[in-house]
């Protein structure tokens, strides 16, 4: 069975900083791209980052290009997303995406 | 990017109906396009990839059509557990965008 497990959320005040780890399991980890999708209190769903199975290759939003970074570790088979400069705006439900499989998500909350 | 447009963005029907969904993109994705659905509290859950393929352990009555730009998702026969939020995205290049959504209801 495939399980995604987030953590690292919280409550942080704007222009800090958070990481966001995924631990997964039940699947070859170091095969699959990986994703970071977000969803903002009662509001849609937005792809935030991606990540190549091997890790050389990413992409970002547009909304957090130059803020954020994605990364994994395929011996440990943990996905990342290191969040700095944080916005009001970054306040959502993170989750951590594989093949179409979803993990519970993790908040971030960001205010003064 | 991309512009994913869904309709409608409530769709009001009863057990037992049939609901189709719409999701245009805003150029040719081929059939790069899923479909998740999502109810409240819970994370989102993959239907339908590769535009008409059903992801594992979804049942027949959600079905996937559609390539290019137009695409639908058809519920037959629908459950009370079906009552939910509908999400297309594709995934043809990058950056990945998700239609605003379609609210399922009663």
């Known amino acids: 069975e495939v399980r995604l497990v987030e953590s690292g959320g919280g409550l942080v005040q704007p222009a800090e900083s958070l990481r966001l780890s995924c631990s997964a399991s039940?699947?070859?980890?170091?095969?699959?791209?990986m994703s970071w999708i977000r969803q903002a209190p009662g509001k849609g769903l937005e792809f935030v980052s991606m990540i190549s199975s091997s890790g050389d290759i990413a992409y970002y939003s547009d909304s957090v290009k130059g803020r954020f970074i994605i990364s994994r570790d395929n011996s440990e088979n943990t996905l990342y997303l290191e969040m700095t400069s944080l916005r009001v705006e970054d306040t959502a439900v993170y989750y951590c995406?594989?093949?179409?499989?979803w993990g519970q998500g993790t908040l971030v909350s960001v205010s003064s | 990017e991309i512009v994913m447009t869904q309709s409608p963005a409530t769709l009001s029907v009863s057990p037992g109906e049939r609901a189709t969904l719409s999701c245009r993109a805003s150029q040719s994705i081929d059939n790069n396009l899923a479909w998740t659905q999502q109810k409240p509290g819970q994370p989102p859950r993959l239907l339908i990839y590769g535009a008409s393929t059903r992801a594992t352990g979804i049942p027949a009555r959600f079905s996937g059509s559609g390539s290019g730009t137009e695409f639908t998702l058809t519920i037959s026969g629908l459950q009370s557990e079906d009552f939910a939020v509908y999400y297309c995205?594709?995934?043809?290049?990058?950056?990945?965008?998700f239609g605003q959504g379609t609210k399922l209801e009663i």
């Open positions: 039940g699947f070859t980890f170091s095969s699959d791209a």
């Open positions: 995205h594709h995934y043809n290049n990058w950056p990945r965008t």
């Open positions: 995406v594989s093949s179409g499989n």
